[in-house]
């Protein structure tokens, strides 16, 4: 397969045809007014720039269907229309390009209600969208989720859209979310806060006004990965109706337990990027592995080269930045080299398993682009030593493709009743010592086998062409006698000569002064008569 088809097979098993059919529609509310800008302008424009990059070139389902931004100084000014993200980066480009040329300096103070303007403003460009957009391009949530991005102090900032929004029709917003690039400025001692600069001429009310849409304040430094992380959320499934999975434990009691969890990516799949086979998202083979050569056909490609980069201590990897197939690396045994050389090259190759195993350590790789390959995109990898004499090759994620992850870590002892009863349903699961997987059965060859069955073609042309299969093994055809059919029969069954030299005899092997630990053997080995039948049929 060609890698674009198998690219796009790959991106169908990551997304599913019903993901991301929930995902709204995104507003962004600028804040260009200064002294600030001057400050976030390069930040925000670089980091906005690459997430469109990112979002429009991605295959499968939409994941931000639709995207209006705006600019709000003294005045409001829409920079982009909702236009759709997929495929529009010439369109979506050009809005950074007018964003980043907005003027920096200057002292004209934003109006109290402009942020407000821009919101209902927006609201009301989705209403005109969708009633002049034929029947089933719009997205299917029909509520709009609007960011502002300001470098003003937050609190005050929400307060003054509270105020502002609360006699406001918000039935097409969903949420609405104000993130407060926070920026350090040296202001002389004379001039007021911050603080006091934004909420002048805003009252602090008792308590806190609800609105009908949800409303959120973040707090992120000024950098292009916090400002990434900030956008990258939106590629997050915003379908939120009903939880994605339950996980079911053995009963203890007959009382069924069952946890409704939610699935959160960790990373963009690179299978989902057209036309970057050397981001490593492929392993499946060492054809994928290896790049394409442009040297004739009679000439082997030349190896791959990885590149050491860092020492990795193997309990400060998570296992959630790997993906892919993992690829086995062991010592060659390629016949064209000597034999000393190889077996100078086994005992290193044995030296370095044994040392990252002994120090507990993995290896981060580069795989930089060939000369001439028309990409300049590095891959990354991560070795890890395995128990016999090979290296085990997994693809580690880059900040690129990385989505934003805040998981809560818990200091506290979960409650003595919830404890007690999830211990006593784990007390019902059998332990194996060692994973067997070949006693794991998928029902995958009745599979095939109906899915092959299937796909026969099944009536009277089958039938006649079996007929017609045995007609001519038993007839010989017209104008030929049985002797001349048995000559051609056996000229048929002689093998032709060969026409090069027989290959070299095989090597011995080769033989370590210290021989290597032997693998574990995925036998399961079980003590209870009960079990003897099942072990030998996994066997």
């Known amino acids: ?54 979002a429009s070139s991605l295959d499968g389902p939409s994941r931000v269907p639709l995207l209006s931004l705006y600019a709000v100084n003294a005045q409001q000014e829409c920079l982009l229309p909702f236009v759709q993200v997929k495929g529009n980066l010439v369109r979506l480009h050009s809005c950074v390009v007018e964003l980043r040329s907005l003027p920096v300096e200057g002292c004209v103070r934003p109006r109290p209600d402009v942020l407000r303007q821009a919101v209902l403003d927006s609201l009301l460009q989705y209403k005109h969208y969708t009633r002049h957009t034929a029947p089933g391009t719009a997205p299917s949530s029909g509520a709009v989720e609007v960011t502002v991005l300001s470098s003003q102090p937050g609190r005050a900032v929400l307060r003054q859209l509270e105020q502002g929004l609360k006699d406001s029709d918000l039935v097409g917003l969903r949420r609405l979310v104000v993130v407060h690039i926070a920026v350090e400025q040296n202001l002389p001692e004379q001039e007021l806060s911050l603080e006091q600069c934004s909420s002048e001429g805003v009252a602090e009310p008792e308590e806190d006004l609800m609105l009908g849409a949800e409303m959120d304040l973040q707090q992120v430094e000024n950098s292009v990965v916090d400002v990434e992380n900030v956008l990258k959320a939106w590629l997050h499934d915003q379908a939120g109706e009903k939880e994605h999975l ?19 990516e960790r990373l963009v799949s690179p299978a989902l990027l057209p036309g970057t086979p050397d981001l490593g998202a492929k392993t499946e083979s060492i054809r994928d592995f290896q790049p394409h050569s442009k040297s004739s056909s009679n000439q082997s490609p030349a190896p791959q080269r990885l590149r050491v980069i860092k020492a990795l201590k193997a309990e400060g990897v998570c296992q959630s930045v790997l993906y892919g197939l993992p690829l086995l690396i062991r010592p060659t045994t390629c016949w064209q080299i000597d034999w000393d050389e190889m077996e100078r090259n086994q005992q290193t190759f044995h030296a370095l398993c044994h040392t990252l195993r002994t120090r507990d350590l993995f290896l981060l790789v580069r795989c930089d682009p060939q000369f001439g390959s028309g990409c300049n995109v590095s891959s990354y990898y991560v070795l890890q030593a395995s128990a016999s004499l090979s290296l085990l090759l997994t693809p580690v994620l880059t900040r690129e493709l990385m989505l934003p992850c805040h998981l809560p870590v818990s200091n506290e002892d979960p409650p003595l009743t919830t404890l007690t009863l999830v211990e006593s349903c784990l007390d019902q699961l059998e332990e194996d010592p060692v994973f067997n997987p070949l006693c794991l059965g998928s029902n995958l060859y009745p599979h095939l086998r109906m899915r092959g069955l299937l796909s026969r073609p099944y009536g009277s042309n089958s039938r006649s062409q079996g007929r017609g299969q045995r007609r001519d093994t038993n007839h010989p055809p017209e104008g030929s006698t049985s002797r001349q059919l048995q000559q051609r029969r056996a000229r048929a069954t002689v093998a032709p000569l060969p026409s090069v030299p027989p290959p070299k005899p095989a090597r011995p092997p080769l033989t370590l002064s210290r021989p290597c630990p032997r693998a574990p053997s995925l036998r399961l080995i079980d003590g209870d008569d009960d079990d003897d039948d099942e072990n030998a049929a996994c066997s």
């Open 1 to 54: 397969m060609s890698g674009r088809n198998r690219s796009c097979a790959s991106a169908s098993q990551v997304c599913r045809a019903s993901s991301f059919a929930r995902q709204p529609p995104r507003v962004l509310i600028v804040d260009v007014s200064p002294p600030w800008w001057s400050e976030t302008n390069s930040v925000l424009c670089e980091a906005l720039d690459n997430f469109l990059s990112l």
């Open 246 to 264: 339950q996980l079911c434990l053995p009963a203890p009691a007959q009382t069924p337990v069952c946890i409704k969890c939610d699935l959160q």
